[in-house]
């Protein structure tokens, strides 16, 4: 049985033990506090006379959590619906159907109805680069190119779907374990009406809060690198929900494959010693 049958199986309250990947009394998973993440407006931080709280507002963020929402930031609400309402649908069909789409053995490429995912993208990867121009300079770095340029010419862009049926024991199961992300930075759409996304700072797990039509963007490890540890790659986490489905869309930029990062040389210095990893 696949994950969405077995969690459509009325009246069945076991969960196969290949899914169970820890008890309740080993985590925080109740009581847990909404994080107090800003919303950034993208355009409010890009105006030509500039906006000095909006920029505190973006370094006090990636200092403090890791990860922003985004708002203004250009993705039209419609796309991010059709987005959305696809990703639904494709996951509602047959397995027999969604096993064409597979990647893993030539499968066929899966197409969203009016060029949602070429629009989305095209203004994800707009929102991206805007950040990390940004992010060059909270850094006072000499370019404000410079984290956009060590993207390499071959730089790589996946973008994810992701369905998190509802789960009859959420104490029991992970959405998605904890972990950080290997990439520059993952740009989200979560799911606008369902949270579930958690953040862990000094040991304790915050709610990651739900704004509709905002974006979420997460630093990763390659961005923790290049800033010399400065800006760092959060841990990250996602719960079941018992009674609703969640979905979301990410996608992940990652360095040329092929190119070696490491830190500015602006950053390094006697007193911040070259980092090297996590």
Partial sequence: MTVQEIAGALGKPDVPSQYVVRAHSEQQLSAAVTAPVPVIDLSRLFEQDGDGDEAAKLRSALDSWGLILVSNHGVDAAVMDGMRAASREF?????????????????????????????????CGGVKDSLLQAMAKLLELDD????????????????????????PRPELVFGLKPHC?????????????????????????????????TLLVILGDQTQIMSNGIFKSPVHRVL????????????????????EIEPSAQLVNEERRRCTGK
């Fill in 91 to 123: 996951f509602r069909r047959p397995l027999e159907e969604k096993q064409r789409y597979t990647n893993l053995i030539d499968g066929e490429q899966f197409q969203f109805e009016g060029d949602a995912l070429d629009e989305f993208t095209k203004k």
């Fill in 144 to 167: 404000d190119d410079y984290f956009i340029d060590q993207l390499g010419e071959r730089a790589s862009t996946h973008a994810r779907c992701s369905y998190y049926p509802e789960c």
């Fill in 181 to 213: 992300d290997g990439t520059v930075v993952t740009v989200l759409m979560v799911d606008d009406t369902v949270g579930g996304l958690q953040v862990l700072r000094d040991g304790v797990w915050w709610d990651v809060p739900v704004v509709p039509h």
């Fill in 240 to 259: 079941t929900n018992a009674k609703k489905e969640r979905i979301s869309v990410a996608l992940d930029y990652s360095v040329d494959p092929e190119r």
